[in-house]
């Protein structure tokens, strides 16, 4: 039948999930939101502004969705050091490295 054996394992797993036109859409702008925050937008962040559209979503639905979608870093893991000024509680500087 010349079929990769993946495409057989896929196969045996049986049809693939039909989703509703609104699960859909709520995936599409999740992506659209992470792609204008410039890849930055978190799981909290993410749930503010999908309730400001009127998406009735909460956080760790939002999060499941996240990960579904494999929202990851162009690198890899990534470390972050933030340096705090302790009165103002203000962010003064900060790196990003592997």
């Known amino acids: 039948m010349q079929v990769s054996p993946s495409a057989y394992d896929d196969c045996k ?57 494999n929202f990851k870093t162009g690198k890899g893991w990534m470390y972050l050091a933030i340096v705090m000024d302790l009165y103002s509680r203000r962010i003064v500087g900060w790196y990003v490295s592997a």
């Open 13 to 69: 797993k049986g049809p693939g999930k039909l989703i509703s036109a609104e699960i859909l859409h709520l995936h599409r702008r999740i992506k659209t939101l992470f792609k204008q925050s410039r890849d930055s937008l978190g799981s909290r962040e993410m749930m503010k502004k999908l309730r400001e559209e009127g998406f009735q979503i909460g956080r760790y639905q939002v999060h499941n969705l996240i990960k579904k979608l």
